[in-house]
């Protein structure tokens, strides 16, 4: 039976009223399909994202949660398309746990991970743990559509969950990684497949392809550069493909100028191999016709290029510009002696091959991350460093305020008292202020001049001149906020309909600077102590002890508080 317009009207405006009317007119109305996808009411309302309607839906006939369209898809699918976290949940409450091995082949996963819905992917992760090796038509799983679309969260969160998806190939004899590749992908994906699935690099194509060779094919310009500062191996920047053509042949090939140029001046290239053709990079070159570029080439070419081929070359690369990051040196070696694994040359592709050439990538890549952790932590430093300056000043300038201003004014008339604080002999209160205000003026400005004269150059002085300032201001924030309940009790009336205002204001106010403050310590206590434990596992470790002195003042910090992504100070 086709769908009642009335309904999808209802459906469509998400009008809960008159769909709750129409299905107590007729219960059928609720098994009804739509014309063009035979979609059941559960479909549309997931698809749209309206919350009070599918919960609805749910409570009159939660068997809807299973039934598929046209499509072979749920409403569980539509929820994925949609994005929408809140229905995806009700509907994964409701899911037939007998359905869930019926339906996982439908690819839950893979549509969210190809939308991007980061939040979907991970309640699906959580409901169904086994979806992140479901493959598609296609034999992509999710992994494979995250990297496709760029997605680098889903990315991180799928590597997380199962690492040895990196190493999978669908149907076209490509892995995760070839497709983030060929897509273009940001250099943050590469990060997260170095991280946590270093062998990944070391997979060919279908073709015989290395992710060098899909670089510069797809002249994604950024992945070549991020690849040629990893020691992979030293077979993988000279692999040729099946048809005995290098990176160089490619980017020759392909009209890629900048990048040959790149190849030829920051790395060890052989720029007098053959292809199954019988030619070298320049003698494709030469077949193009006469341009500035072909000229600024062949100019790079002689330079470099050695003057007879039978001998082997001997390529001196220039120095990197700043502009470019170094370039680690590649000896060439032998197609034949290529130990790379591609579909064809493997018996298992989930085994990774080439211990030595993994483990060394592995540290690479672990150095490389520690090192960009670093740097991170030193321009947060720099940043906060920046912050408490910022914040003194602030402090300073509201005292300095305060003080010339007081609370209640001051005397206007001719005399001895004209321009005297008029509460200054009526409150105690006024005292407080005057000393909280005082104090807070003075110690913001002590760190203004400290921040503002001293420049450590090491990490170690930095953090405790950091750390010290950080304290002061606390200091100085504490009487500030003292000083302003002090004048708030000053200014206000004390007759009995309002003592309770005053009482209020600072009880309120203090309680939460208090409680902040509180906070913010229990955060400091806690990262010395991972610190502190960080330290003595450090010093139980025999292997550790010779680089002890010198890695600690470097890394502590960082590394005893990585998995919390920050630390205090």
Same mark, same amino acid.
């Given at each position: 039976?086709?769908?009642?317009?009335?309904?999808?009207?209802?459906?469509?405006?998400? *009008?809960?009223?008159?769909?709750?009317?129409?299905?107590?007119?007729?219960?059928?109305?609720?098994?009804?399909?739509?014309?063009?996808?035979?979609?059941?009411?559960?479909?549309?309302?997931? #698809?749209? #994202?309206?919350?009070?309607?599918?919960?609805?839906?749910?409570?009159?006939?939660?068997?809807?949660?299973?039934?598929?369209?046209?499509?072979?898809?749920?409403?569980?699918?539509?929820?994925?398309?949609?994005? $929408?976290?809140?229905?995806?949940?009700?509907?994964?409450?409701?899911?037939?746990?007998?359905?869930?091995?019926?339906?996982? +082949?439908?690819?839950?996963?893979?549509?969210?991970?190809?939308?991007?819905?980061? +939040?979907?992917?991970?309640?699906?992760?959580?409901?169904?743990?086994?979806?992140?090796?479901?493959?598609?038509?296609?034999?992509?799983?999710?992994?494979?559509?995250?990297?496709?679309?760029? &997605?680098?969260?889903?990315?991180?969160?799928?590597?997380? &969950?199962?690492?040895?998806?990196?190493?999978?190939? $669908?149907?076209?004899?490509?892995?995760?990684?070839?497709?983030?590749?060929?897509?273009?992908?940001?250099?943050?994906?590469?990060?997260?497949?170095?991280?946590?699935?270093?062998?990944?690099?070391?997979?060919?194509?279908?073709?015989?392809?290395?992710?060098?060779?899909?670089?510069?094919?797809?002249?994604?310009?950024?992945?070549?550069?991020?690849?040629?500062?990893?020691?992979?191996?030293?077979?993988?920047?000279?692999?040729? +493909?099946?048809?005995?053509?290098?990176?160089?042949?490619?980017?020759?090939? #392909?009209?890629?100028?900048?990048?040959?140029?790149?190849?030829?001046?920051?790395?060890?290239?052989?720029?007098?191999?053959?292809?199954?053709? #019988?030619?070298?990079?320049?003698?494709?070159? *030469?077949?193009?016709?006469?341009?500035?570029?072909?000229?600024?080439?062949?100019?790079?070419?002689?330079?470099?290029?050695?003057?007879?081929?039978?001998?082997?070359?001997?390529?001196?690369?220039?120095?990197?510009?700043?502009?470019?990051?170094?370039?680690?040196?590649?000896?060439?070696?032998?197609?034949?002696?290529?130990?790379?694994? =591609?579909?064809?040359?493997?018996?298992?592709?989930?085994?990774?091959?080439?211990?030595?050439?993994?483990?060394?990538?592995?540290? +690479?890549?672990?150095?490389?991350?520690?090192?960009?952790?670093?740097?991170?932590?030193?321009?947060?430093?720099?940043?906060?460093?920046?912050?408490?300056?910022?914040?003194?000043?602030?402090?300073?300038?509201?005292?300095?305020?305060?003080?010339?201003?007081?609370?209640?004014?001051?005397?206007?008339?001719?005399?001895?008292?004209?321009?005297?604080?008029?509460?200054?002999?009526?409150?105690?209160?006024?005292?407080?202020?005057?000393?909280?205000?005082?104090?807070?003026?003075?110690?913001?400005?002590?760190?203004?001049?400290?921040?503002?004269?001293?420049?450590?150059?090491?990490?170690?002085?930095?953090?405790?001149?950091?750390?010290?300032?950080?304290?002061?201001?606390?200091?100085?924030?504490?009487?500030?906020?003292?000083?302003?309940?002090?004048?708030?009790?000053?200014?206000?009336?004390?007759?009995?309909?309002?003592?309770?205002?005053?009482?209020?204001?600072?009880?309120?106010?203090?309680?939460?600077?208090?409680?902040?403050?509180?906070?913010?310590?229990?955060?400091?206590?806690?990262?010395?102590?991972?610190?502190?434990?960080?330290?003595?596992?450090?010093?139980?470790?025999?292997?550790?002890?010779?680089?002890? =002195?010198?890695?600690?003042?470097?890394?502590?910090?960082?590394?005893?508080?990585?998995?919390?992504?920050? &630390?205090?100070?």
């Amino acid at each position: 039976m086709m769908m009642d317009e009335r309904i999808v009207d209802a459906i469509e405006k998400n *009008d809960t009223r008159t769909f709750l009317g129409l299905v107590g007119e007729n219960g059928g109305i609720l098994h009804q399909r739509t014309a063009d996808s035979f979609s059941t009411v559960l479909h549309l309302a997931s #698809g749209y #994202g309206h919350i009070e309607m599918v919960r609805e839906i749910l409570r009159l006939c939660p068997k809807l949660v299973d039934a598929q369209n046209k499509n072979h898809e749920t409403p569980i699918h539509e929820s994925c398309h949609n994005g $929408n976290v809140k229905v995806l949940m009700l509907l994964l409450a409701a899911a037939n746990p007998k359905a869930d091995a019926e339906t996982a +082949d439908q690819s839950f996963l893979h549509v969210a991970a190809s939308r991007g819905h980061t +939040d979907v992917v991970r309640e699906l992760l959580k409901k169904w743990p086994y979806l992140d090796g479901e493959a598609d038509d296609n034999g992509n799983s999710a992994l494979h559509h995250a990297c496709s679309e760029g &997605h680098r969260q889903i990315v991180w969160m799928l590597l997380r &969950h199962n690492r040895n998806l990196a190493l999978r190939y $669908n149907f076209h004899g490509y892995t995760p990684l070839h497709l983030a590749v060929i897509s273009g992908c940001s250099v943050s994906i590469l990060w997260e497949f170095a991280f946590s699935s270093a062998a990944s690099f070391l997979r060919l194509t279908g073709e015989d392809d290395t992710v060098f060779h899909l670089a510069v094919r797809y002249a994604n310009s950024d992945a070549l550069v991020f690849l040629a500062n990893f020691s992979f191996s030293r077979n993988l920047l000279h692999h040729q +493909d099946r048809f005995g053509n290098s990176v160089l042949h490619l980017a020759v090939a #392909g009209g890629c100028h900048k990048i040959a140029e790149f190849l030829m001046r920051h790395t060890m290239l052989d720029m007098n191999i053959r292809n199954n053709a #019988g030619k070298t990079a320049l003698d494709i070159l *030469d077949q193009y016709e006469e341009s500035a570029e072909k000229r600024e080439l062949e100019a790079v070419f002689t330079r470099f290029l050695c003057p007879s081929s039978s001998s082997p070359p001997q390529v001196v690369p220039e120095e990197v510009p700043n502009s470019l990051p170094s370039i680690d040196s590649f000896n060439s070696v032998s197609p034949s002696e290529s130990r790379l694994s =591609s579909p064809r040359a493997q018996t298992d592709p989930e085994i990774p091959l080439f211990e030595n050439e993994i483990s060394q990538l592995e540290d +690479d890549s672990g150095r490389i991350l520690q090192e960009e952790a670093e740097m991170m932590q030193r321009e947060a430093l720099v940043n906060a460093r920046n912050t408490v300056i910022l914040v003194s000043v602030l402090i300073a300038t509201v005292s300095f305020g305060a003080g010339i201003a007081p609370p209640g004014g001051v005397y206007q008339e001719e005399g001895s008292m004209k321009g005297k604080s008029i509460m200054a002999s009526e409150s105690t209160a006024f005292k407080v202020f005057i000393m909280s205000n005082n104090i807070a003026l003075f110690t913001s400005l002590s760190i203004v001049v400290v921040l503002v004269s001293v420049i450590p150059f090491t990490r170690k002085s930095q953090m405790k001149l950091l750390g010290i300032a950080h304290k002061v201001m606390w200091v100085a924030v504490a009487f500030m906020a003292t000083g302003y309940g002090a004048a708030i009790w000053v200014i206000l009336p004390h007759s009995e309909g309002y003592q309770w205002l005053s009482v209020v204001e600072i009880a309120v106010g203090g309680g939460s600077l208090g409680s902040i403050l509180l906070g913010v310590g229990v955060m400091l206590m806690k990262h010395r102590q991972r610190k502190s434990e960080w330290r003595k596992g450090r010093k139980e470790s025999v292997e550790e002890k010779a680089v002890e =002195s010198e890695r600690e003042s470097q890394n502590s910090d960082v590394e005893s508080a990585y998995s919390q992504g920050y &630390h205090s100070y």
